[in-house]
């Protein structure tokens, strides 16, 4: 299986800032890596698809960038209702794995 | 709108079996693979599989290979989740989700996902 692999674990910043989120994967996956947001309580919900497409509803100042083994997610200039665990998904391979998670939270 | 609204919370006791269901609006339902997804308490997300609501084809994941089974009813845009053999560390929210139409295979909506406990 594809191991992804997130950095950091946890992190906090404070509104305004610039956040940044990566995923590094064990073998290329190439551009077929999305992102999802994770409020307490809440189902996931689709960020980022293939790497760098916008979901449909996504606030612009969410961003993903990267090819092949290491990805991004970017907010741009945070907001309180960021609050949320972001997970990196790959599907280039089946069985299709996650990230471990990212909690973001506000200072 | 696409929504995904499933059953409720459960509790069985170890050994037990447990069918989680996924009942679908406004989209074609036999258009979208729907997968299957749990996250244990505090924990991150697993994929567990997925099935094809067309033709009821399914892929499961290693882990769970003899102990899962999902099916659908087309009749009613209904798709299912039957996990057996229960351990309490199946203890998980479960997830149904839509896999996307744009080849990306991400999954763009998602259910609301029912607490399954497993206690004795």
């Known amino acids: 299986d594809i191991q992804m692999t997130q950095s950091p674990s946890s992190l906090s910043a404070s509104v305004g800032d610039r956040v940044t989120i990566t995923c590094r994967a064990s073998?290329?996956?190439?551009?077929?890596l999305n992102w999802y947001q994770q409020k307490p309580g809440k189902a996931p919900q689709l960020l980022i698809y293939g790497a760098t497409n916008l979901h449909s509803g996504v606030p612009s100042r969410f961003s993903g960038s990267g090819y092949g083994t290491d990805f991004t997610l970017t907010i741009s200039s945070l907001r309180p209702e960021d609050v949320a665990t972001y997970y990196c998904q790959q599907t280039y391979i089946t069985p299709p794995t996650f990230g471990q998670g990212a909690k973001l939270e506000i200072k | 709108q696409v929504q995904l609204v499933q059953s409720g919370a459960e509790v069985r006791k170890p050994g037990a079996s447990v069918k989680v269901s996924c009942k679908t609006s406004g989209y074609t339902f036999t258009s979208y693979y729907l997968h299957w997804v749990r996250q244990a308490p505090g924990q991150g997300l697993e994929w567990m599989g997925w099935?094809?609501?067309?033709?009821?084809?399914?892929?499961?994941t290693q882990k769970f290979q003899g102990r899962v089974s999902m099916t659908r009813d087309t009749s009613i845009s209904t798709a299912f989740m039957e996990l057996s053999s229960l351990k309490s560390d199946d203890t998980a929210v479960y997830y149904c989700?839509?896999?996307?139409?744009f080849g990306s295979g991400s999954l763009d909506f998602w259910g609301q996902g029912p607490l399954v406990t497993v206690s004795s």
């Open positions: 099935i094809n609501p067309n033709n009821g084809a399914t892929n499961y």
């Open positions: 989700a839509r896999r996307d139409s």
């Open positions: 073998q290329s996956i190439v551009i077929y």
